[in-house]
């Protein structure tokens, strides 16, 4: 009995602390349950805030990844100038004195937003020299956004007597490029007599549409330039393309011998560059390049 009572008195105090570190346990972890479940609700709140002011200060304060790059470059022939705009001789050197001309657009795909980088040549009467500049296109979930201008061009001289000359306007919306423009159909001459001014409805054209989807890029789809060499090798895939076009490269391309416009499309979808990297990883077959005798 000696023993007893103090053996049952540590095992008491031994319990009670048990049940205290317990207790305290459990509070911890409620504790983190909820802060998890606030932070969850708070993200929730976050990702359907539709402000693009505050969407941009967030997104410019977290990484976010680089999911495609488009390289784009199209052409304007003389066909294109001369029977589908009408431009005459005077505005043709207008152009040439005054109008800057894009040679490549590089469009980098973010998952929030769209970086568009410009190259154009500048005017003749600055040195026709090459400049780039950046702009930053946050489209609309919804898809409702009128888009974002990358290039326009003027067709004709300013005039008093017009509210807008005659332009071409290449504009970026979330899942295409569409290059539109007036006509110069309602310009008498370049003598200033103009008549009237264009109407947004009946001058307002489309002349290219781009889809910036792969999926509805795929009829435009053709084999790159570029590898060129893999394919007089005969390394073909089994669709007669190279191994690399099926990966995470595509080339896309389209000529209109009616209207003078052609378009050229490079796409690098990096969300695919993983899965090439595992097949090139597996894949044990060799190019069989013959020995010079």
Excluded at 271 to 276: A, E, F, I, M, V
Aim: proline fraction near 6%.
């Amino acid at each position: 009995m000696e023993i007893f009572w103090p053996a049952l008195s540590i095992c008491v105090i031994v319990l009670f602390v048990f049940y205290v570190l317990a207790r305290r346990w459990q509070q911890v972890l409620q504790h983190q349950a909820r802060m998890i479940r606030r932070l969850g609700e708070r993200i929730r709140a976050l990702e359907e805030v539709e402000d693009p002011v505050f969407r941009r200060r967030l997104y410019e304060s977290s990484p976010v990844p680089l999911e495609r790059v488009f390289t784009l470059s199209f052409h304007l022939g003389e066909r294109f100038w001369r029977d589908i705009l009408r431009v005459n001789m005077a505005n043709l050197h207008f152009l040439r004195e005054s109008g800057a001309f894009v040679g490549s657009i590089k469009l980098e795909a973010w998952r929030s937003h769209t970086v568009a980088t410009i190259t154009e040549v500048l005017p003749q009467g600055k040195g026709a020299r090459w400049q780039t500049r950046s702009l930053d296109f946050y489209p609309e979930a919804s898809g409702t956004d009128e888009g974002i201008v990358l290039w326009e061009l003027p067709l004709a001289p300013p005039c008093p007597t017009l509210e807008r000359p005659p332009y071409l306007e290449l504009k970026l919306h979330r899942n295409f490029i569409e290059l539109r423009g007036r006509l110069l159909s309602t310009l008498e001459d370049t003598s200033g007599n103009h008549h009237r001014a264009p109407s947004p409805k009946s001058d307002d054209l489309l002349f290219l549409h781009i889809p910036l989807d792969p999926n509805l890029l795929a009829e435009f789809q053709t084999c790159d330039p570029a590898e060129k060499t893999l394919l007089e090798e005969k390394h073909f895939g089994a669709d007669g393309f190279a191994p690399i076009a099926q990966s995470w490269h595509a080339f896309y391309e389209n000529r209109d011998e009616n209207s003078g416009t052609e378009w050229h499309l490079r796409l690098l979808d990096l969300r695919l560059k993983s899965d090439w990297d595992r097949y090139r990883i597996l894949d044990t077959r060799t190019i069989y390049v013959p020995r010079e005798k």
